[in-house]
T-cell receptor
C-alpha cells in the first residue's frame, strides 16, 4: 500500500526566501506525482504533475523534482511571497490492487510567508 | 468551461438524516473521483468512475454511502443515516484519461 509522507508539517519563512518542501513515498511504482496547493477551507489547485518518465517540471517560480529510486519528490519555491501562504500537498498516482488509478496524498506542509 | 463544480458548498445536517452531494466534472473528462478530507489530513480516495462505470470503491465507503454517475456526466454521492464521523470535506476531481486530476471546491459536511 502506498504511503506518502511530507516533511515538515509546517514552515514559516520571511518574504523573498527560497524554500524546499519534501515528499517521500513508499511504493516506487508510481505513475505520476502531483503537487497541489490548498487554501483554508477550499479545494485543491493543481500546481505541477511529474510523470514517472520525467525528473522535473517547472512552472514560474515553482520547480518540482522526482526521484523514483529514492522515493522522493521536492517542490522548490523561489522568491517566496505572502500570497504563497497555503498548505501544499503531494500525491502519488498509482494503480490499486483492483486495477484503478488513484492518488495517495500526504498530510501536507503548511507554509506561512511572513511579509 | 470553468472547472469542476460541486453543490452544495456547505451542508449541516442532523445525525440520522440522508444527504446528497453533486459534482459536475470538466466537460469531456471521462474519469471522476470522490475523496474525503478530514481536518489536518490529506484527501483519501473513496470511489472512481470511468465514464458511467464505477470501477472501484474504497473500504472507507461503507454500505451507507452510494455514488452514481448516470450517462457519464455529473455524479452524486449519497450518505444515508449520517453519523458524526461523516463530518468532513468531500472533494470531487476529474481527469482526462491518466492526466492531471482537477479538483472542485468541495462540499463541507457537518453532522450535528
Amino acid at each position: 500500500k502506498q504511503e506518502v509522507t511530507q516533511i515538515p508539517a509546517a514552515l514559516s519563512v520571511p518574504e523573498g526566501e527560497n524554500l524546499v518542501l519534501n515528499c517521500s513515498f513508499t511504493d516506487s511504482a508510481i505513475y505520476n506525482l502531483q503537487w497541489f496547493r490548498q487554501d483554508p477551507g477550499k479545494g485543491l489547485t493543481s500546481l505541477l504533475l511529474i510523470q514517472s518518465s520525467q525528473r522535473e517540471q517547472t512552472s514560474g517560480r515553482l520547480n518540482a523534482s522526482l526521484d523514483k529510486s529514492s522515493g522522493r519528490s521536492t517542490l522548490y519555491i523561489a522568491a517566496s511571497q505572502p500570497g504563497d501562504s497555503a498548505t501544499y500537498l503531494c500525491a502519488g498516482g498509482s494503480y490499486s490492487g483492483a486495477g484503478s488509478y488513484q492518488l495517495t496524498f500526504g498530510k501536507g506542509t503548511k507554509l506561512s510567508v511572513i511579509p | 468551461d470553468t472547472g469542476v463544480s460541486q453543490d452544495p458548498r456547505h451542508k449541516i445536517t442532523k445525525r440520522g438524516q440522508n444527504v446528497t452531494f453533486r459534482c459536475d466534472p470538466i466537460s469531456e473528462h471521462n474519469r471522476l473521483y470522490w475523496y474525503r478530507q478530514t481536518l489536518g489530513q490529506g484527501p483519501e480516495f473513496l470511489t472512481y468512475f470511468q465514464n458511467e462505470a464505477q470501477l472501484e470503491k474504497s473500504r472507507l465507503l461503507s454500505d451507507r454511502f452510494s455514488a452514481e454517475r448516470p450517462k457519464g456526466s455529473f455524479s452524486t454521492l449519497e450518505i444515508q443515516r449520517t453519523e458524526q464521523g461523516d463530518s468532513a470535506m468531500y472533494l470531487c476531481a476529474s481527469s482526462l484519461d491518466l492526466y492531471e486530476q482537477y479538483f472542485g471546491p468541495g462540499t463541507r459536511l457537518t453532522v450535528t
